[in-house]
């Protein structure tokens, strides 16, 4: 009798055991935001362009809030070159689990593969949207005391020497490119683009003297425009920006360009669909933190605009459709 009695409170020990060994991982699963994924490994997301710029700033600000949801740690690697296409080309040959993501900045990563000659080897096709992260519409800016005071004097000057008024920019067809070419169109005039791997390149080389103009975001210039170093001569959006009050647009002074910089997190086309929603669910209460927003203020210009895989995707598909026809005129025009 000693030795059943001995047996079954040992067979009734285990069994809790093994109960609260149970309840202690399903506990740990309904408190990690991830569940299976991301097991504790490090997830990567790639910055298609230079350290310092804005995308790499709200790269970093994203990765600290997602290593805080995701509890694993989320490192950013930087690929400049290409205007994005080195970066993306190394996301669509990665392995499609959710540890390897990508900024994708558009129009940019369009043109790559709108345009026969860049060989891009993806399509939209290639890419799984997880979400989408923030908004920037374009602008054009001189150095504060520069002799171009507004839009149409620096337009005036182009078209007077043809291809001699140098306009930096972030890379060749990336979003500030196409409003140089769109401006062009519109206005009739022929600039000089000088094409950098990111933003914060190309400011330098206004500041430094050795363009007349620099095409970027509208959070390239707000730092800038408080410090007294930038005059931003027009932005390429329908409404006047909140961060560049008393600014006017290119539509209001007569030239109908309208470019906007929309960046958002990307993986390679067949990432499970369970991880996806995981990262998306993780992205969108980053994105809507009020430390994030904090974090983005720090730059100026960046609107939020948080964007489901499924809505990230249709605003894509909805983004190419409009460009197409444009690069077809453009290239049609040269």
Same mark, same amino acid.
């Given at each position: 009798?000693?030795? %059943?009695?001995?047996?079954?409170?040992?067979?009734?020990?285990?069994?809790?055991?093994? *109960?609260?060994s149970l309840m202690i991982v399903e506990s740990t699963y309904a408190q990690s935001p991830a569940g299976k994924f991301p097991a504790g490994k490090t997830i990567t997301i790639i910055v298609p362009y230079a350290a310092g710029g804005t995308t790499d700033a709200s790269g970093r600000f994203l990765a600290k809030g997602l290593e805080k949801e995701l509890a694993t740690s989320v490192q950013i690697v930087n690929k400049p070159g290409a205007a994005s296409q080195v970066a993306l080309t190394a996301l669509v040959n990665s392995k499609p689990d959710g540890y390897t993501l990508s900024y994708a900045v558009l129009p940019t990563?369009?043109?790559? !593969?709108?345009?026969? @000659?860049? +060989? =891009?080897? !993806? $399509? %939209? /096709?290639?890419?799984?949207?997880? &979400?989408?992260?923030?908004?920037?519409?374009?602008?054009? =800016?001189?150095k504060a005391n520069s002799s171009y005071k507004t839009l149409q004097d620096l337009l005036n000057a182009a078209k007077a020497n043809p291809g001699t008024v140098t306009i930096s920019d972030s890379g060749l067809m990336a979003n500030p490119h196409l409003t140089v070419l769109m401006l062009e169109k519109a206005a009739g005039v022929k600039f000089a683009s000088v094409h950098f791997s990111?933003? =914060?390149?190309?400011?330098? *080389?206004? #500041?430094?003297?050795?363009? $007349?103009?620099?095409? &970027?975001?509208?959070?390239?210039?707000?730092?800038?425009?408080?410090?007294? +170093?930038? %005059?931003? #001569?027009?932005?390429?959006?329908?409404?006047?920006?909140?961060?560049?009050?008393?600014?006017?647009?290119? /539509? *209001?002074?007569?030239?109908?360009?309208?470019?906007?910089?929309?960046?958002?997190?990307l993986a390679p086309a067949g990432t499970p669909k369970d991880v996806v929603d995981v990262l998306s669910r993780a992205i969108k209460k980053v994105v809507e933190s009020d430390a994030h927003k904090r974090d983005l203020d720090k730059y100026g210009g960046i609107a939020r605009h948080y964007l489901n895989p499924e809505? !990230? @995707? =249709?605003?894509?598909?909805? !983004?190419?459709?409009?460009? +197409?026809?444009?690069? /077809? +005129?453009? /290239?049609?025009?040269k």
């Open positions: 009798m000693g030795i %059943r009695l001995l047996a079954t409170r040992a067979a009734v020990l285990a069994a809790a055991m093994v *109960a609260a990563v369009i043109t790559h !593969y709108l345009d026969p @000659a860049r +060989e =891009a080897p !993806y $399509t %939209r /096709k290639n890419f799984q949207p997880v &979400g989408h992260h923030w908004q920037v519409p374009a602008m054009i =800016a001189v990111g933003g =914060a390149p190309s400011v330098t *080389a206004l #500041l430094g003297g050795h363009v $007349t103009a620099v095409a &970027g975001g509208v959070s390239d210039a707000v730092a800038r425009v408080q410090a007294g +170093e930038f %005059r931003v #001569l027009g932005v390429a959006a329908e409404q006047e920006s909140e961060f560049l009050p008393g600014v006017p647009t290119m /539509k *209001a002074q007569g030239f109908d360009v309208v470019s906007v910089s929309a960046a958002g997190i809505q !990230y @995707a =249709a605003f894509w598909a909805d !983004y190419e459709a409009r460009l +197409e026809p444009v690069l /077809k +005129e453009i /290239k049609g025009a």
